[in-house]
C-alpha cells in the first residue's frame, strides 16, 4: 500500500510586515499593497495548477533579507528569491517547480547569500 507522498517541495513565504510608519523595510509592506497578495496568489495558483499538496506553501516570519524583500525561500535547494511580484512567483511555480529549472534572475545576489558555515564549527 502506498503511502500519503511526501511534499516535493515546500515553499517559504515570508509574511513579516513592519507596522506602518516603520523605517525598517518588510515583505509585506503598506507601501506595496501587491506585497499583501503575494501569498494568497501563491497558494490560489498552486491549486489552480493542481500541485498543491505536492507543493506545500508555509506562512513564515522574517527570513533575514529584508531589504531584499517580498521574499520567499524554496526546499529543497535553499533557493532565496527576492524583490516579488505575482508575476514572477507565477515564473518560479511554471519554469522552477513544475519545469526544474531555477529562475536565476530572480535569485538572491551571491554577496547577499554565502554559503552555509558548517554548525559543527560554531557549536561551544
Ligand atoms: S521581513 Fe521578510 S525577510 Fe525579513
Not at 507596522?19 to 503598506?30: D, F, L, R, T, Y
Not at 499583501?36 to 506553501?57: C, F, H, N, R
Amino acid at each position: 500500500m502506498m503511502g500519503i507522498p511526501q511534499p516535493t517541495f515546500y515553499i517559504f513565504k515570508c509574511q513579516q510586515s513592519a507596522p506602518p510608519g516603520m523605517p525598517k523595510p518588510s515583505c509585506v509592506s503598506q507601501n506595496n499593497p501587491e506585497s499583501q497578495e503575494l501569498m494568497q496568489y501563491l497558494s490560489q495558483t498552486l491549486m489552480q495548477k493542481g500541485i498543491i499538496g505536492a507543493v506545500q506553501p508555509i506562512q513564515s516570519s522574517c527570513l533575514g533579507r529584508c531589504q531584499q524583500g517580498p521574499v520567499i525561500l524554496v526546499e529543497p535547494g535553499h533557493t532565496m528569491y527576492v524583490g516579488l511580484t505575482k508575476e514572477k512567483i507565477g515564473r518560479i511555480i511554471d519554469e522552477h517547480l513544475i519545469g526544474g529549472k531555477v529562475v536565476q534572475e530572480y535569485v538572491i545576489p551571491e554577496q547577499m547569500w554565502g554559503d552555509p558555515v558548517e554548525v559543527s564549527s560554531l557549536a561551544r
